[in-house]
């Protein structure tokens, strides 16, 4: 539990519902780790490392007005049981009104769909409508995450487990280490969620995405799920009249043999 529950629950103390969500120094450890195993920046930035063919999850949260957007992308290493920071990018509010999803949000998603093997885009509808629409419509892998109740709750923990068991990696990446620092975690009734504090001029957007992105990676277990996977039996009807059909050869070496002794070999 936060330390902040465990005095609620354990030691039945008064505290407040809301407390840093993970310290920062966890964050830090993370990208010693990760400069450890050579993750040295973002995997769109990184052709020769072993890390790029890795499925990726992208996560979005989109701010329009007086907020940040952020895309945080993770991987998932099955043999190693580790989440590796793959990309991320934040854009700050303007003066002069709304960001242009299109040239900021949609185009740093076309262009890491392009570099990485991204599997899924995991995405709050808030603010997002249209751009959802515009993804979905070009047959990208998008799946819908709000960021209230069961979704959030669960994706917290997930971030909060990976950075406390030490099975998060990173690369060196000064906004999302301010956005987690600034993050906050609220405790309610469901469960521990990452919030924003009321009337904070820091922004915590790409922590936000950074746990939903986290999540998706574990729940897919680091596995391509965005294209079925088809599998034929050889011994099948359907498989015969497809050509993939293929007899028994029998082992020279057993030519000596009654054929029922003798060994199948396809």
Same mark, same amino acid.
């Given at each position: 539990?936060?330390?902040?529950?465990?005095?609620?629950?354990?030691?039945?103390?008064?505290?407040?519902?809301?407390?840093?969500?993970?310290?920062?120094?966890?964050?830090?450890?993370?990208?010693?780790?990760?400069?450890?195993?050579?993750?040295?920046?973002?995997?769109?930035?990184?052709?020769?490392?072993?890390?790029?063919?890795?499925?990726?999850?992208?996560?979005?949260?989109?701010?329009?007005?007086?907020?940040?957007?952020?895309?945080?992308?993770?991987?998932?290493?099955?043999?190693?049981?580790?989440?590796?920071?793959?990309?991320?990018?934040?854009?700050?509010?303007?003066?002069?009104?709304?960001?242009?999803?299109?040239?900021?949000?949609?185009?740093?998603?076309?262009?890491?769909?392009?570099?990485?093997?991204?599997?899924?885009?995991?995405?709050?509808?808030?603010?997002?409508?249209?751009?959802?629409?515009?993804?979905?419509?070009?047959?990208?892998?998008?799946?819908?995450?709000?960021?209230?109740?069961?979704?959030?709750?669960?994706?917290?923990?997930?971030? *909060? %487990? &990976?950075?406390?068991? =030490?099975?998060?990696?990173?690369?060196?990446?000064?906004? /999302? +280490?301010?956005?987690?620092?600034?993050?906050?975690?609220?405790?309610?009734?469901?469960?521990?969620?990452?919030?924003?504090?009321?009337?904070?001029?820091?922004?915590?957007?790409?922590?936000?995405?950074?746990?939903?992105?986290? *999540? %998706? &990676?574990?729940?897919? =277990?680091?596995?391509?799920?965005?294209?079925?996977?088809? /599998? +034929?039996?050889?011994?099948?009807?359907?498989?015969?009249?497809?050509?993939?059909?293929?007899?028994?050869?029998?082992?020279?070496?057993?030519?000596?043999?009654?054929?029922?002794?003798?060994?199948?070999?396809?």
């Amino acid at each position: 539990l936060p330390p902040l529950q465990f005095l609620r629950l354990h030691r039945n103390m008064w505290v407040s519902n809301e407390d840093q969500f993970i310290p920062v120094e966890w964050f830090d450890a993370a990208v010693e780790r990760g400069e450890a195993i050579g993750l040295m920046g973002p995997l769109t930035m990184m052709s020769e490392s072993p890390f790029r063919n890795y499925p990726v999850s992208l996560a979005v949260d989109v701010g329009v007005k007086q907020d940040c957007s952020a895309v945080v992308g993770t991987y998932y290493d099955v043999k190693r049981g580790r989440v590796g920071l793959a990309c991320c990018a934040v854009w700050n509010p303007t003066k002069m009104g709304e960001i242009d999803l299109e040239a900021t949000v949609e185009a740093y998603i076309h262009e890491v769909y392009k570099k990485l093997k991204v599997i899924s885009i995991v995405y709050d509808p808030s603010n997002f409508h249209r751009s959802m629409t515009t993804l979905k419509n070009m047959r990208y892998p998008m799946f819908e995450m709000t960021q209230s109740g069961d979704p959030m709750i669960k994706a917290s923990k997930a971030l *909060y %487990d &990976s950075h406390r068991n =030490g099975t998060f990696e990173s690369y060196k990446e000064p906004e /999302l +280490r301010d956005h987690l620092r600034y993050a906050i975690g609220k405790a309610t009734p469901r469960g521990f969620r990452i919030a924003k504090e009321k009337n904070s001029k820091y922004p915590n957007d790409a922590a936000v995405a950074l746990a939903m992105s986290v *999540y %998706d &990676s574990i729940e897919r =277990g680091g596995i391509d799920t965005s294209r079925p996977i088809v /599998l +034929r039996s050889q011994f099948t009807d359907g498989a015969r009249d497809m050509g993939s059909y293929q007899r028994p050869k029998q082992r020279e070496d057993e030519g000596w043999l009654p054929a029922p002794l003798r060994s199948r070999v396809y």
